[in-house]
């Protein structure tokens, strides 16, 4: 299954988004942020394909504005803006 993350400029909003993702039951996991994305305060969040309209709802109803946007691996390992 495809997977996808979400890098955050603030580790507070990065830490907060991924609690309000567990208070609406979306699995996601805190990451470092990969080096080949080369933004954000070093924290993504982690989460699978078929759960990101939902992640969008949650992202514009906190208004978490250090959200960069959303990221998956192509096949060498390059991050990929979506």
Do not use: H, W
Request: proline share 4%; net charge positive.
């Amino acid at each position: 299954m495809r997977e996808f993350f979400i890098p955050f400029r603030s580790r507070s909003e990065a830490i907060s988004f991924y609690e309000a993702l567990l208070s609406y039951r979306i699995a996601g996991k805190l990451i470092n942020t990969p080096s080949s994305a080369g933004i954000g305060c070093g924290l993504s969040v982690k989460l699978f394909a078929r759960d990101m309209p939902q992640a969008k709802i949650v992202l514009e109803r906190g208004r978490f504005r250090s959200a960069v946007g959303f990221y998956y691996f192509s096949s060498n390992g390059t991050a990929i803006k979506v």
